[in-house]
Structure formats: C-alpha cells, structure tokens
C-alpha cells in the first residue's frame, strides 16, 4: 500500500500521523497546500483523504483529487465532510464512533460539575491567594437536577447514564422517541428546556440543528439552568449565549465547543459562571489512539476491498 496516495488535511494526531505515513504515500496539506504546485503534480495519486473536525473534505477539496475514493474522518462528526458530494462521486466516507462515546461523555459531566460547584473558579481563587483574605462561598449542587438531553444517540445515552447514578432525572429530545423506560421523551427543544435544570446539547450539527439552542430556548432554561455543549458550536446561537450570561437570564454555561474555534467571544473570558474548554471532548490518550486505529483500519479494509469497519456512505 505504499504507493497509494493519501492526503491529511491538518496536524491531528502524531501517532495518526506516523501510521499512516508507515503504511501509505502521506501527503501533508498544510506543508503542500491544494494550489501549490507539488500538490498539483501529485493529486492524481491521491486515493484517500484523512481530515478531522478542524479541517475536513469540502467541494475544493474533494474536486483538487480526481482519483478520490475514499474520505476518513478522525472524529465522529461529520460536519466538515460534504457529503452530497461524496455520494454523487461515489466517494465512501468513513468516521470514529463508539471508541470517543465514553470519554465525550465523562467530559459532559465534569462541565457541569465544574460549572455547578465552581471548580475552575475555587482554583483560580486558591492560586491568586485569594484564600488568605476571604472565604470563596457556596456552589449548587449536580446530583439530582433534572437533565435534559438533545440528541440521545452514543453520546447522549452515554451522558444519561452517568447522570442517572448521580441521581438525575432524564428528559431528552431527539428525531425519534426511544423505548427506554425512565427517561422522558420532549417532543419539542423548548419543552425540554423548561423541565431541565441541566441541558446538554449532544446531537449531530446539521442544517436543521444549526442554532437548536436560540433564545427562547435559553430563556426556558432561566436563570437558574446551565447549558453544556459538547456537540459542535453552532448548534448553540452564541450571540444569544453571552448576552443571556451577561444579562443573568442564564445561571451558566460549559462549553467544550464554540461557533468559530479556536476563537472565543471575548466577553466569555470574563465571565466566572462558565467554564471554557478547547475542544477536548475526544482527547484522552486512550481514546486518541484508538481513533487513530480505526482510521486506519478502515483504510486498509478499503483498498484490500474488505467490508468498512465504519461505514458512513
Ligand atoms: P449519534 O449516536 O449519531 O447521535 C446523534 C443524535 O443526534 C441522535 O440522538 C439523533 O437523533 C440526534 N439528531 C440528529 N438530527 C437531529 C435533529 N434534526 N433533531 C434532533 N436530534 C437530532 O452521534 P454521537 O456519536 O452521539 O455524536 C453526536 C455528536 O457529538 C457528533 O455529531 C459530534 O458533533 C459531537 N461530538 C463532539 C465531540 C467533542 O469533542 N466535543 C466528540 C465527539 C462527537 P435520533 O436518535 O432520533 O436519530
């Protein structure tokens, strides 16, 4: 397989990185962009692309390699990949689910936790010194708040089930109602929101849940809610967000994902009431790796004409 042609995006993984250059004919894009002319020379040997929820395979890309078969994304995501045009170029689409599931889903609750008894805040507090002088106050508790859920797929369930043993009550809004006694089915966003304490957005960002979490939706959530994103940005309108959290129309926010990663709305940085990461849901040694294994072996399924491990199209 070394002579076959396979283009990463963007830096990811190192250990992505080396397998792949172990096993193929590694083109790396940002030393080789797509105009460049040693790209130019070489886009006809390009039989695979690996990209990522930083940089994906869009129309351009997609067209710059005329013998592309094949589009493997280290993430479960798909919202970088255009997949309409994969589908009409009969270009199959591979991703990562199930092995992130877990650790996506630990990172969800220790959001929350965070934001509800303040972690990052009482550790800035300690570091600044500001213990000698005062005492740093009270949090609110996790266990028992009501949980809502958009989006209760792999993630979604894996959240559920870890609220469930802190004692929370389930709701959860999703294209179809799942048969899973216990947890409460809300046939509409705002429903779930206005019976949720909680709400953690887990769902697929498409053109229909771009901006699922808008104003009223954090409205119904008030004052006393906090919202957790570990989907993707968009699918929380942000303008909304920080004005809500300035406004005190929202209690708090965690937020693993923003609207235009890496950048973060300056106004946020101030704020005590959220915590801010850099969309690490995913990054654990453990659970890099074994994304990093399932790219490649659906790689090598592929062009040994073996069935897909992880089959998106
Ligand atoms: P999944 O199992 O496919 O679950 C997706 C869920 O989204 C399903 O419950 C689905 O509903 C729901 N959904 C899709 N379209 C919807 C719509 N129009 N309205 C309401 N709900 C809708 O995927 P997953 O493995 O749990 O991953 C979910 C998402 O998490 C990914 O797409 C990705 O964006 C994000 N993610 C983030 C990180 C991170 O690092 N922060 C890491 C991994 C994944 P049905 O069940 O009714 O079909």
């Not at 080396?18 to 040693?38: A, C, I, T, V, Y």
Request: glycine fraction near 8%; charged fraction near 20%; charge should be negative.
């Amino acid at each position: 397989m070394e002579s076959i042609g396979v283009a990463m995006t963007t830096q990811m993984f190192t250990y992505l990185e080396q397998n792949l250059e172990g096993r193929f004919n590694l083109f790396k894009l940002w030393n080789h962009p797509l105009d460049s002319d040693f790209l130019q020379l070489n886009a006809q040997s390009v039989r695979a692309v690996v990209g990522c929820t930083k940089s994906g395979a869009d129309a351009r890309l997609i067209d710059t390699f005329p013998n592309l078969e094949i589009v493997a994304t280290f993430s479960v995501g798909l919202d970088k990949i255009d997949l309409p045009k994969c589908l009409e170029k009969g270009i199959r689409v591979v991703n990562t689910p199930d092995v992130l599931t877990d650790d996506v889903a630990d990172a969800a609750i220790g959001l929350a936790m965070a934001v509800l008894r303040r972690i990052s805040e009482s550790d800035r507090f300690v570091r600044s010194g500001s213990w000698m002088k005062n005492d740093f106050g009270l949090g609110t508790r996790f266990n028992g708040k009501s949980v809502g859920i958009i989006g209760l797929g792999r993630i979604g369930s894996a959240i559920a089930k870890r609220a469930v043993a802190f004692g929370c009550p389930i709701g959860y809004f999703s294209r179809t109602e799942k048969h899973h006694r216990g947890y409460k089915y809300f046939p509409s966003v705002l429903d779930l929101a206005a019976n949720s304490q909680i709400l953690f957005v887990s769902c697929t960002l498409t053109e229909e849940t771009k901006h699922i979490v808008n104003r009223e939706v954090i409205d119904a959530l008030g004052p006393n809610g906090i919202l957790i994103n570990v989907g993707r940005g968009a699918h929380v309108n942000e303008t909304e967000l920080v004005s809500a959290l300035l406004e005190r129309r929202l209690g708090g926010a965690g937020l693993d994902v923003f609207e235009n990663e890496p950048h973060v709305p300056e106004q946020l940085l101030e704020l005590n009431n959220v915590v801010l990461l850099p969309h690490v849901g995913t990054d654990t040694i453990e659970t890099s790796i074994a994304m990093a294994d399932l790219v490649i072996r659906n790689l090598e399924a592929h062009f040994r004409n073996e069935p897909l491990i992880t089959p998106v199209i």
